[in-house]
């Protein structure tokens, strides 16, 4: 600080002043300096420990997501797998199916079911939502249908009960739309409940129509339906060479740029315009279609596509003995492995028709005999023929036919295995069998066709 | 089914448990017999005790054993068939050549003969 020590008068007290002012001024500015410099240390310090944190959440946050990516993965790859790999052959029908994933985990399902009364039960359902919970809602449902369709030959019943359980298990707001078709093959009619699913469409190829298999029907599972939703069973009268379309409704809702939907009506025309193609094309067709209308627009949800072709089963059952009229039972075979699924069947109506042990074991024999001839003979063991079975339990007689798709034999020029001469000879001995335990017995005259008839009290 | 094989002295024995159809078994059997027959057994007894069901190709197997055995001038024995499976092999008449042995006893007596 300067001083007044020369008393030079009071112009030079002010100078004087405003230099120890201005001295005062950046003492002050120094150390406010120094305090700042000292702040920016601590910040820089603060920052860089922030810099690190956010460093650590940025990658733990990169490896949950990464986590649950690969859940996802998983639960898609989980759903996928739930689809069936190969759809059963049935007498009187073929299917195809496609399933377009729209790059998460959805809730389509769908399911083609041999049920235990030898009708085909065929399942499409949609779980409302995406990811995780769908998944797991569809994998539930999936069982429970099957289970119920083991039960039962009535969709609304099968919708009942997969309702009521689904209702006590399901604790969202989440739920499904189904559509179950339980195909008789001997009288070539479906029968079919809806429950809110989108209504699938059976185009007759030789009148070149389709027709949309409206009904009503609720949801399934949602809790607040448990005591109030209703399924009713309908009917149609199918055609041989009638394609039925099952869909979910990801296909109909896809997009164009201009955020119109594909719609049913457009789905209709693809299926009027490609109903005459194999059904595998005619579902290449329709995706095509619809990707075609989406132009490139993202697809907001997945879609599945189902087809099912009715086939004329008339010749297999006039070649049977049987007639429509007997409504028999139906089944197919392809390998010995399959006899004992068939005895267990059959061998269960047998006791509850109230037949003998005897008999039944009587029986068992014959049907050994005749899938074994069949399969082994008649195929010569090549498990891509199929062996069809037609049977008929009632009081008063049990009856089983066999087709194979052999050449046939001459039944009657078999060796007789009592001669000593052809004791150790293997052939000849599962007809005499046969002739043995059945009442009646009847071959057709190309020889691929066994029909044996055992009377209830009778040999 | 279950195919178990022992032997006492020159007897063997083959226990068959369950249904004979199924070819693995056949060649199985077949199998067990040839066996026995390479160490020199000359009494082969098949226990059908457990056998609940057989068709016309176990009863081939049964016919060509026989058949195999006898030619060697052994012994080839059925062993307490169960009921429906008894039925079968006189329905084909078996009984008419093969040897019978209705219970344990039975078969002793039958072993014992020269």
Redesign the interface.
């Given at each position: 600080m300067i001083s007044d020590t020369r008393n030079s008068g009071n112009h030079n007290t002010h100078y004087i002043n405003r230099i120890n002012r201005l001295i005062s001024i950046c003492k002050d500015f120094r150390s406010k300096c120094k305090s700042i410099s000292s702040s920016n240390t601590e910040l820089e310090q603060l920052l860089d420990e922030r810099s690190r944190a956010l460093t650590e959440s940025t990658y733990k946050l990169g490896r949950i997501h990464s986590e649950l990516e690969d859940e996802m993965e998983t639960a898609k790859r989980i759903q996928e797998g739930l689809m069936p790999k190969e759809l059963p052959e049935a007498v009187n029908l073929r299917a195809t199916a496609i399933y377009i994933p729209a790059g998460k985990v959805g809730g389509d399902l769908y399911d083609i079911i041999i049920t235990p009364r030898q009708k085909i039960a065929i399942l499409i359902f949609d779980v409302s939502g995406h990811g995780i919970p769908a998944a797991l809602i569809t994998a539930m449902a999936k069982m429970l249908f099957a289970n119920a369709i083991e039960k039962n030959d009535s969709p609304a019943e099968v919708f009942r009960e997969v309702n009521k359980q689904l209702c006590n298990f399901i604790k969202t707001e989440q739920y499904l739309t189904a559509f179950l078709g339980v195909i008789d093959p001997i009288k070539n009619t479906m029968t079919y409940s809806r429950a809110g699913h989108v209504p699938p469409m059976v185009y007759n190829t030789k009148k070149s129509v389709v027709t949309k298999l409206d009904s009503k029907g609720f949801f399934i599972g949602h809790s607040a339906l448990l005591n109030i939703a209703e399924y009713w069973d309908n009917q149609v009268q199918l055609a041989p060479d009638d394609k039925i379309l099952f869909y979910t409704d990801g296909l109909t809702e896809g997009c164009s740029e201009e955020g119109k939907l594909y719609g049913a009506e457009r789905l209709k025309d693809a299926l009027i315009t490609n109903g005459s193609l194999d059904i595998k094309f005619l579902l290449d067709k329709i995706v095509d279609d619809q990707a075609k209308f989406r132009q490139g627009t993202p697809l907001r949800d997945d879609f599945t596509l189902l087809c099912v072709e009715i086939q004329d089963s008339e010749y297999l059952l006039t070649d049977s003995g049987f007639t429509r009229e007997d409504e028999p039972n139906i089944m197919l075979v392809y390998a010995?492995k399959d006899i004992e699924k068939v005895c267990s069947l059959v061998l269960k109506e047998l006791d509850h028709c109230g037949y003998s042990d005897?008999t039944i074991?009587q029986f068992?024999?014959c049907i050994?005999?005749m899938l074994?001839n069949a399969i082994l003979h008649g195929n010569k063991g090549d498990a891509s023929k199929k062996v069809v079975i037609f049977y008929k339990i009632t009081q008063i007689s049990a009856s089983m036919s066999v087709i194979d798709q052999g050449d046939g034999f001459d039944y009657n020029s078999i060796p007789d295995?009592?001669s000593?001469e052809n004791?150790?000879?293997?052939h000849g001995?599962?007809v005499?069998?046969m002739r043995?335990y059945f009442d009646e017995i009847h071959f057709n005259s190309k020889g691929n066709r066994i029909l044996g008839r055992k009377y209830h009290g009778g040999k | 089914m279950e195919i178990t094989s022992n032997t006492t002295e020159d007897t063997g024995y083959i226990t068959l448990i369950g249904q004979l159809w199924q070819k693995e078994d056949l060649c199985a059997i077949d199998e067990a017999v040839e066996n026995l027959i390479q160490n020199n057994i000359t009494k082969i007894v098949l226990d059908l005790d457990r056998l609940g069901f057989i068709n016309s190709s176990g009863l081939g197997l049964l016919a060509r054993t026989h058949s195999r055995i006898t030619e060697l001038g052994h012994k080839f024995i059925l062993l307490n068939p169960h009921s429906s499976v008894l039925e079968v092999i006189e329905v084909s008449g078996f009984d008419l050549f093969m040897t019978i042995a209705k219970s344990a006893d039975e078969l002793k007596i039958i072993l014992a003969k020269k």
């Open positions: 010995l005897k074991k068992k024999i050994f005999e074994t295995p009592l000593p004791r150790i000879k293997d001995r599962g005499f069998l043995h | -």
